[in-house]
């Protein structure tokens, strides 16, 4: 059963007061409307401890923005996956665009950490999406299919089936306030569905929730929903502000 998800990713955002004074209103909300939607956020990890106390009798899932693909030693500046789970955390985003980019992390690494999760029993949201000069060149669909094929080729089918989230999240509509059109973005979502079950089987794929990330606001969330394949979203700038992250996790009926 494909889950409905908005998650926010805060990157690195806010002063503690100002996320956990965030949390809290979400929270509130949440709490009120219950919406159809699971919501998670993605705070810096500074915050992960006292936010998953704060939000413990909550339905909102405090999630991670990076793991590290190693379980320990000296790498200065990661997080390993125990780590994460010590301080209540059990969901971690893996192969973000800017972690491509500005760390230089490549498909074989990032698969690396999407096991390294499945092996203290946490889950990934995996990122893929392609740049303006791939799509440009029509070979968007190659470089997606390789993010994907290529991450997940060391995983088993049981993990994925039950633990597995991919967002898309074409790199050319992240903070520039442009994004794919609901046809073009459903377009890709039921490539990478088509993808997993061609290399994992129909039930993985079935089972795979597959957001769309990318600019999403307040305005188009209602139309990307309304797509089959784009089960929710990952929402970067937007989620910074109380009332578009609320009306975007509205959207998701």
């Given at each position: 059963m494909r889950r409905k998800i908005v998650a926010a990713n805060w990157k690195m955002n806010l002063t503690f007061p100002q996320a956990k004074e965030l949390a809290l209103r979400l929270n509130t909300w949440v709490k009120i409307h219950k919406p159809v939607a699971e919501v998670f956020i993605a705070p810096t990890h500074l915050y992960l401890e006292q936010l998953n106390k704060d939000l413990r009798n909550s339905s909102i899932t405090v999630i991670s923005q990076n793991v590290s693909a190693m379980p320990d030693g000296a790498y200065t500046g990661d997080v390993s996956?125990?780590?994460?789970?010590?301080?209540?955390?059990?969901?971690s985003i893996v192969g973000h665009s800017e972690r491509r980019a500005y760390h230089h992390?490549?498909?074989?690494?990032?698969?690396?950490?999407?096991?390294?999760?499945?092996?203290?029993?946490?889950?990934?949201?995996?990122?893929?999406?392609?740049?303006?000069?791939?799509?440009?060149?029509?070979?968007?669909?190659?470089?997606?299919?390789?993010?994907?094929?290529v991450a997940l080729e060391r995983q088993s089918n049981e993990n994925l089936r039950d633990n597995l989230i991919i967002a898309y999240e074409p790199v050319w509509a992240i903070g520039t306030g442009r994004n794919a059109a609901?046809?073009?973005?459903?377009?890709?979502?039921?490539?990478?569905?088509?993808?997993?079950?061609?290399?994992?089987?129909?039930?993985?794929?079935?089972?795979?929730?597959?957001?769309?990330?990318?600019?999403?606001?307040?305005?188009?969330?209602?139309?990307?929903?309304?797509?089959?394949?784009?089960?929710?979203?990952?929402?970067?700038?937007?989620?910074?502000?109380?009332?578009?992250?609320?009306?975007?996790?509205?959207?998701?009926?």
């Open positions: 996956a125990q780590q994460l789970l010590s301080v209540g955390t059990k969901i992390e490549v498909n074989k690494y990032i698969g690396k950490k999407i096991t390294h999760l499945y092996e203290n029993g946490m889950s990934p949201i995996l990122c893929v999406g392609e740049k303006l000069e791939d799509r440009q060149a029509g070979k968007h669909f190659d470089v997606v299919k390789e993010q994907v094929s609901p046809d073009q973005a459903q377009e890709m979502h039921a490539f990478i569905r088509k993808i997993i079950g061609d290399h994992h089987g129909l039930q993985v794929a079935h089972n795979t929730t597959i957001l769309y990330g990318g600019s999403v606001n307040a305005g188009n969330a209602s139309d990307m929903f309304d797509q089959f394949d784009i089960d929710g979203a990952l929402v970067g700038g937007a989620s910074l502000n109380f009332d578009d992250f609320t009306t975007i996790i509205s959207a998701r009926k």
